[in-house]
């Protein structure tokens, strides 16, 4: 019998986000496989923390006082952990890993991009991207990140896999019959922390839109989501630094919804661990990011036959075709966010049930949570094999696309 493998993954904190739902679901997926999996973090958040402990997974959080600090602290945290292979999640844990294995290492790398790169072209950025040829291997949860960083840095083309996110289409699943229609009355969904990504002024000024065209539309968005606090003592100096200009941000918007009277029809609320009854109480899923790779609450919102309101960035519109299983929109024109609402609310109740019926069969079809971690579980072993020898190059296998391109109604 062959001795379990030892997988260590890295990422910055714990709280509600949709990279640490990818992480909490291949770490319980590695060790439901008979892998040996450690996680570790560097700083404060533990939104996920409950779900790693039940499939048995510790976590580890690594302390620091600054930047140089870290990369000392983390690398030795991780050589601690005896990994066959490192997964890391996000830039910084990305970074992290890579330079843990300098000068020489027995472990493989995997690094993860998991959200569209949208920085502009900069030392920084290609100074990432030269660090992803420490990697044994990339993976793009997005077929438009993966593009983009092809475009970008040419010799990741060929070492880069994309891998969607999955789903465990049993645990989120439509209600056996539709909710009963609410008579003009219309309950968003948004699930996203409050950060200029998500692109909340922008939902909120469509908000505003609608009230003041559409009086007799009642339009109300809850809003669930982390906000990043920086007066966590637990968090060092340059953490809390770091997760200040967040909380500024949160509390700008705050202002934002009382100054324009919408507290009654844009509700702000604390992220929930159960997020399965958030999908089933709601009409629509809204996501009005200005970017994005491929959302995890995009993915879960169909598996429970939810249809999405999004905006048309990254690998949206291969997930929502516009008309079929929801409304693309562009994020930065709150008048085409409200028009996508109005779009919906318009709609027949045939025409909704069709809608999630739609965004179901489009989940079963692309986003199990079985071909999720099997896909990984197939790179690791892949990557364990090239490293010891046993695989001819470095070049990824190619696989089948898993999801549809952009239907015809995309805009």
């Known amino acids: 019998m062959r001795k379990p493998r030892r997988a260590t993954l890295v990422i910055d904190q714990l709280n509600s986000g949709g990279a640490q739902r990818d992480l909490a679901r291949l770490a319980s997926g590695l060790a439901a496989a008979n892998y040996e999996v450690t996680v570790l973090t560097y700083w404060p958040g533990d939104f996920f923390a409950s779900e790693l402990a039940e499939a048995g997974v510790p976590v580890e959080r690594v302390r620091s006082r600054n930047r140089l600090h870290l990369i000392y602290a983390m690398r030795r945290a991780i050589r601690r952990s005896r990994p066959d292979v490192v997964l890391s999640f996000l830039r910084g844990a990305n970074v992290l890993a890579e330079l843990a294995g300098l000068p020489r290492r027995t472990f493989a790398v995997i690094a993860l991009e998991l959200n569209l790169d949208t920085q502009r072209k900069s030392l920084r950025r290609s100074a990432r991207y030269a660090l992803h040829r420490l990697a044994d291997a990339v993976v793009a949860n997005s077929h438009a990140q993966r593009e983009r960083m092809s475009k970008i840095a040419p010799f990741l083309a060929d070492r880069t896999s994309v891998i969607v996110n999955g789903v465990d289409l049993s645990a989120f699943a439509p209600l056996p019959s539709p909710p009963p229609a609410r008579n003009g009355r219309l309950r968003l969904l948004a699930l996203a922390r409050l950060q200029p990504q998500k692109n909340p002024f922008g939902l909120l000024e469509a908000v505003n839109i609608l009230r003041k065209e559409e009086p007799a539309l009642d339009v109300t968005v809850d809003w669930h989501g982390d906000r990043v606090t920086a007066g966590d003592r637990r968090a060092s100096k340059w953490a809390r630094s770091q997760q200040r200009g967040h909380t500024e941000y949160a509390e700008r918007f ?158």
């Open 254 to 411: 705050d202002e934002a919804v009382e100054r324009l009277g919408l507290r009654d029809r844009f509700r702000l609320r604390p992220a929930s661990p159960d997020v399965l009854s958030l999908y089933h109480a709601a009409d629509a899923l809204v996501l009005p990011s200005v970017y994005e790779g491929t959302p995890n609450v995009v993915c879960e919102a169909m598996a429970c036959g939810l249809p999405v309101l999004a905006s048309s960035v990254g690998d949206n519109p291969r997930l929502v075709e516009d008309g079929r299983n929801g409304f693309l929109f562009d994020p930065n024109a709150p008048a085409d966010i409200a028009d996508a609402i109005r779009r919906f609310a318009a709609l027949p109740a045939e025409t909704r049930d069709a809608m999630r019926a739609e965004s179901r069969a489009r989940a079963e079809a692309a986003l199990s949570a079985d071909r999720f971690n099997a896909r990984y579980q197939e790179l690791i072993e892949r990557t364990l094999r090239r490293r010891k020898g046993k695989a001819p190059d470095g070049r990824e296998r190619r696989e089948p696309d898993e999801l549809a391109e952009p239907g015809p109604g995309a805009r």
